[in-house]
């Protein structure tokens, strides 16, 4: 891994809202370069640490030999309750994710994350799959203007697609900044690079990182013992509405309807109760570490409730009037 230093973000928070202690069992589901993990080890946990980076495993091998209560697993962290039942771990006290891509990875040119840099343009975080080289030079038009729309928020989404599709075949990250930089117009004092937007939408894609982060959260819910908590770290406006949505759902807080479209009820007992509002970093942290300046942590408190499972399992959403909702509800 690269040899620049890794900051985890929001530490001090996330160990207080995780509150751990001796002999609990925490998963630190995105384990990185084990900034979490070390502090819940310290705090006498016994921690579970997933990452699809054989990268981060490797580098992680040192640690696992050096402390009993450490066990390191290479796999997403959408499998977490699969493979903490495979190794008889559950129920679990904690869980802990931080979303995104992480310094290691920016800081490595030759894993194509950062415009940077100029490095082969490859953006997987697991290694493997197909990589962003692989859907800038293959996909249609049409879908590339939709990922960069979708997971970028792109405004002129189809300028930049028309263009990537114009300048096939596309190699490095550099290939693909100047492509964007010019499809928009890029002036060099501009205060924001336009190809953050493209880079972010493409990684997020090839990556699968939304639904990964719903099959996550949907995976603590069925792992967490009663009283045990989530906690999750985001960066982007993507990830902290799908786990603001989360949250709200599982908690029964989901917002009111109108006498033109009635809330929908559901009949499932909440399986989280929220712990307190969404923390963002300080002044003084993000001094210390600027890439924690788009942080925002969200905790819940797992109920006694059942966790409510696929959508598909038979149980029944209705409205306030008592007919049954749409599957978009």
Known sequence: ???????????????????????????????????????????????????????????????????????????????????????????????????????MHLDQAARGFSFQQDGPLDMRMSQEGDSAADFLNNADEADIADVLWRYGEEPKSRRVARAIVAARRLATTGDFARVVRKALG?????????????????????????????????????????????????????????????????????????????AAVDLRAPTFEIVGRAVRPSAAEVARNPRARSATLRAARRTAAPAWGDRGSGEQVFDVAGRAASGDE
């Open 186 to 262: 890029h002036r060099p004092h501009d205060k924001k690079d336009p190809a953050t937007r493209a880079f972010q939408a493409v990684r997020i894609h090839v990556n699968d990182e939304l639904g990964e982060l719903e099959l996550g959260l949907a995976a603590a819910e069925r792992v967490l013992a009663p009283g045990g908590r989530l906690v999750v770290v985001s960066f982007h406006s993507l990830e902290d509405r799908m786990i603001k949505r989360f949250l709200r759902e599982r908690s029964g807080a989901t917002p009111a309807g109108s006498r033109h479209r009635p």
């Open 1 to 103: 891994m690269s040899g620049a230093p890794h900051v985890p973000v929001l530490l001090e928070e996330v160990l207080a809202a995780l509150a751990p202690a001796p002999g609990d069992i925490m998963v630190d589901a995105t384990f990185g370069a084990g900034g979490y993990t070390r502090a819940l080890l310290g705090a006498g946990a016994q921690v579970f640490a997933f990452d699809r980076d054989p990268d981060a495993i490797a580098a992680g091998r040192a640690l696992e030999e050096a402390e009993a209560g450490l066990t390191l697993v290479p796999a997403a962290f959408s499998r977490l309750d699969r493979e903490l039942a495979a190794r008889g771990a559950v129920p679990v006290n904690g869980v802990t994710m931080d979303i995104g891509v992480s310094s």
